[in-house]
């Protein structure tokens, strides 16, 4: 059963602004190829840490709200936790993806 999920990523783009655009591209490609449907990207643009992290004082934030399996979760947190360029994710499930429209047509007959 899909799920929604919102996933924040903070970016590693010290010294490469102009490649940010292409770096949240390449993520959401990551995203889709492990069978993920992204729904809306937000750019939260550069934030400054509370605290030094991994020695980085400001990172660039991305929130990608996607539907996807909890399997599927699971083999893109371990590809961002090996990319270089993500340095810290959060993820948290919004719920059950609803069904679309034939679904619930195809559900409301049944009943």
């Known amino acids: 059963m899909k799920n929604r999920y919102e996933i924040l990523l903070a970016l590693n783009s ?9 770096l949240i591209e390449r993520l959401e490609k990551a995203l889709a190829a492990e069978g993920a449907q992204v729904e809306q990207v937000q750019r939260l643009e550069r934030r400054d840490f509370a605290y030094p992290h991994d020695k980085l004082k400001s990172a660039y934030f991305v929130n990608y709200v996607v539907t996807a399996e ?12 090996l990319d270089e360029e993500v340095v810290m994710q ?9 069904p679309s429209g034939k679904a619930r047509k195809a559900s409301r007959k049944k009943a």
């Open 90 to 98: 959060t993820y948290l499930r919004k719920g059950v993806a609803k």
């Open 14 to 22: 010290a010294g490469k602004e102009e490649t940010n655009k292409d």
């Open 70 to 81: 909890p399997t599927c979760i699971v083999k893109i947190r371990t590809k961002f936790t």
